[in-house]
């Protein structure tokens, strides 16, 4: 039996995604860097920093550590100006009512989000009571794909067994992260853009409730 299930944030529960892109897109272009939505689905899940470093690589740049934080809070000053204008319609259809619905089945919520920013986004939509442990970017010594992320939520859940936790992630690096920490894994997107997923929805509604809370599997 399922005990707990875990919610990544960003293109899982609201589509701050989507910000993110812009953010990096508008510091690319002003930099003529090489960007684009391939690229961006690499950034899924990954630190600000360690975002910033692929897109350097990928555009074969070498630049100083100060550089480097110059550019990472410049894309995080344009994230944060886009967040200013969040509201309801930036929630994942059904997402809330999901999160709800499996509380309601006395199941433990937990948000695991690799974002520094994820407690303005869970303030700005008030979020935060969805879930009895939030683990954010400022908690992180490792990013994902390492477990790290989803251990620390089990440890505030009290430490289920990690057979009983479910994970739902819109990132290859937190289903990687997911699977590293023994958990089910369900994909929220594209099939083809998460092929290590256990299983992978788009909507909230295909969710067979019963048969999750039964042995993981989502239908
Ligand atoms: C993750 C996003 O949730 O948080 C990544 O998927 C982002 O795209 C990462 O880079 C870090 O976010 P922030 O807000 O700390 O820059
Ligand atoms: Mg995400």
Redesign the pocket.
């Known amino acids: 039996m399922i005990k707990a299930c875990i919610f990544?944030?960003?293109?899982v529960i609201v589509f701050t995604?989507r910000y993110?892109y812009l953010g990096w897109k508008k510091l690319a272009d002003e930099e003529g860097w090489k960007f684009d939505e391939s690229l961006n689905h690499q950034?899924?899940?990954?630190?600000?920093m360690q975002?910033l470093q692929i897109i350097l690589d990928h555009n074969s740049l070498d630049v100083s550590d100060d550089q480097k934080a110059e550019f990472a809070d410049r894309k995080?000053r344009y994230?944060q100006e886009l967040l200013d204008d969040i509201s309801n319609d930036d929630l994942y259809p059904g997402a809330v009512e999901f999160v709800q619905r499996v509380r309601d089945r006395g199941i433990a919520t937990a948000l695991g989000?690799?974002?520094?920013?994820a407690d303005r986004v869970l303030t700005a939509l008030s979020i935060k009571d969805l879930f009895d442990a939030v683990v954010t970017?400022h908690d992180l010594t490792r990013t994902k794909p390492d477990p790290q992320i989803f251990q620390l939520c089990n440890e505030g859940l009290g430490n289920l067994p990690v057979t009983e936790c479910v994970v739902f992630e819109d990132?290859e690096s937190g289903i990687a992260a997911a699977l590293a920490a023994g958990m089910h894994a369900v994909g929220v997107g594209d099939a083809d853009q998460l092929p290590n997923a256990d299983q992978v929805i788009k909507e909230y509604s295909e969710i067979n409730l019963d048969q999750l809370l039964a042995n993981g599997r989502v239908r």
Request: net charge neutral.
């Open positions: 990544d944030l960003d293109g995604d993110h950034l899924r899940g990954v630190s600000r975002s995080n994230y989000s690799s974002s520094k920013n970017g990132a």
